[in-house]
C-alpha cells in the first residue's frame, strides 16, 4: 500500500494529529551563534537559521521530532520552512540547501520508523521570502524580484532533496502568494514524473487577516479552485491565527474540497512582545469545537504551539468521527480572486 493510500486509510478511521513548532522549541534551546555554525566556515550570523540545525545539531532536531511523535502525532514534518535556496541566501548558506534537506528528511524517517505504529512524514516547503503576484517596489508594479521559472528551480532543489532523504509527502505550507504554491506545485509535479514515483502534495495557505483572504488577495475557495488540477492528498490552513479566528474560513474551505482537510492554528495571537500565551487546553477546546462541527481530518499546531498542545489536541480528538469528504463538483469552479462558478 502506498504511503498516501496509507494516510487515507487511517483518516477513514479516525482524526489524524500533526506535529507543531520547531521553531518555538529552537528557541526554547537559547542556542548560541557557535552551536548553529558548528564549526561550518559561514561568514553571516547563522542565529535564527533553524534549519541549518539539521546538519549542525542533529541531536536537538532529534529530540524535537521526538517530542511531538510522543505527543501523539502521526504526521511528523521535516524542519525545513526555510531550507530553500531563496531563504538560505539570507545567511550565505545557499550551496548548504541540499544537505540541509537531506538530513531533516533522514531524521524525521528515522523517529517515524522507529515508532510502533505508523506515521508519516511531510518534507516541508515554506512560501520563501519573495512574491511573484505582487511588486515590492510600489513606485514600479510590473517589478519582480524572481520569475516563475527560479521559484520552481528552487523548489525542486528542495523536494529532489527531501525525497531522497525518504519524505512520503510534500507539505507546500503558509501559503501567502499563490503563484509561488503554483511554482512548488509544478515542481513537485515534475519530480514525480522524473523519479517516476507517487510524490502526494498536502497544500496549506495562510490568510493575511480576518476577511479570509491571502496577499495575493484570494478567497479560501478561490485558492482550492487554484490548485485542485493537482489533486492534493491535503488542503488545508495554516499560521495566521489561532483556532477561533481561523474557523470560518476552514469552514469555508471545508464544505468545498473533495479531499483531506488539515489545519493547524497557531497558539492564539502573539502578545506585544511576538510570544504566544494560549495554554494547550485552550487551543485544544477551539480545535475541539472545529471537530464538532465536522471540518478537519488532520490537525495540529503551527506558531507557538508545543508538544502539550499537541497532546491535548490529539485528546480531543481521541474517538471523533473525521470531516467526511463532499462529493466533486459537478460544475465548473474557476479563479480569480473569488471563485467564479460555471453551472450546467
Keep these: 500500500m502506498s504511503a498516501s493510500d ?24 537559547k542556542l548560541r551563534s557557535e552551536d548553529y555554525c558548528a564549526g561550518l566556515d559561514l561568514s ?13 545539531q542533529p541531536g536537538v532536531v532529534k529530540r524535537i521530532c521526538e517530542s511531538f511523535a510522543a505527543a501523539g502525532a502521526d504526521v511528523l514534518a521535516t ?6 535556496r531563496i531563504s538560505q541566501a539570507d545567511y550565505g548558506a545557499e550551496a548548504l540547501v541540499a544537505r540541509i534537506n537531506r538530513e531533516a528528511a533522514r531524521i524525521t524517517r528515522d523517529v ?13 516547503l515554506g512560501p520563501t521570502n519573495k512574491t511573484l503576484s505582487l511588486s515590492p517596489d510600489v513606485n514600479d508594479p510590473a517589478f519582480r524580484e524572481v520569475d516563475f521559472d527560479t521559484v520552481k528551480s528552487v523548489y525542486r532543489e528542495q523536494i529532489d532533496a527531501l525525497v531522497e532523504g525518504g519524505v512520503d509527502f510534500i507539505l507546500i505550507e503558509t501559503v501567502f502568494d499563490t503563484l509561488n504554491a503554483k511554482a512548488a506545485i509544478m515542481a513537485g ?3 514525480e514524473q522524473a523519479l517516476g514515483c ?57 464544505a468545498t474540497a473533495d479531499t483531506l482537510v488539515m489545519a493547524y492554528p497557531n497558539a492564539g495571537l502573539p502578545n506585544e512582545l511576538g510570544e504566544y500565551d494560549e495554554a494547550a487546553q485552550e487551543t485544544a477546546a477551539q480545535v475541539r469545537d472545529w471537530i464538532d462541527d465536522g471540518l ?12 502539550a498542545h499537541i497532546a491535548a489536541i490529539a485528546k480531543a480528538a481521541q474517538n471523533q468521527l473525521p470531516r467526511a469528504i463532499p462529493q466533486a463538483p459537478a460544475h465548473t469552479v474557476l479563479a480569480g480572486l473569488e471563485p467564479m462558478v460555471i453551472a450546467a
Excluded at 524542519?79 to 530553500?84: D, G, I, R
Design 6 to 29: 496509507s494516510l487515507r486509510a487511517h483518516a477513514r478511521q479516525r482524526i489524524l494529529i500533526k506535529d507543531g513548532a520547531y521553531g518555538t522549541l529552537v528557541q526554547a534551546e
Design 44 to 56: 553571516k550570523d547563522q542565529r535564527g537559521n533553524n534549519d541549518l540545525l539539521n546538519i549542525t
Design 79 to 84: 524542519n525545513t520552512f526555510n531550507a530553500n
Design 112 to 124: 517515524a520508523d522507529q515508532q510502533k505504529r505508523p506515521m508519516w512524514v511531510a518534507g516541508a
Design 189 to 191: 509535479l515534475e519530480a
Design 198 to 254: 507517487e510524490l502526494p502534495l498536502m497544500i496549506s495557505m495562510t490568510l493575511t487577516d480576518l476577511s479570509g483572504r491571502n496577499l495575493s488577495g484570494h478567497t479560501v475557495e478561490a485558492f482550492w479552485a487554484s490548485v485542485r488540477h493537482a489533486r492534493p492528498l491535503t488542503i488545508g490552513l495554516n499560521c495566521s491565527f489561532g483556532a477561533a479566528q481561523l474557523r470560518p474560513h476552514l469552514a469555508a474551505l471545508a
Design 296 to 307: 478537519v481530518n488532520l490537525v495540529g499546531g503551527c506558531c507557538g504551539t508545543t508538544p
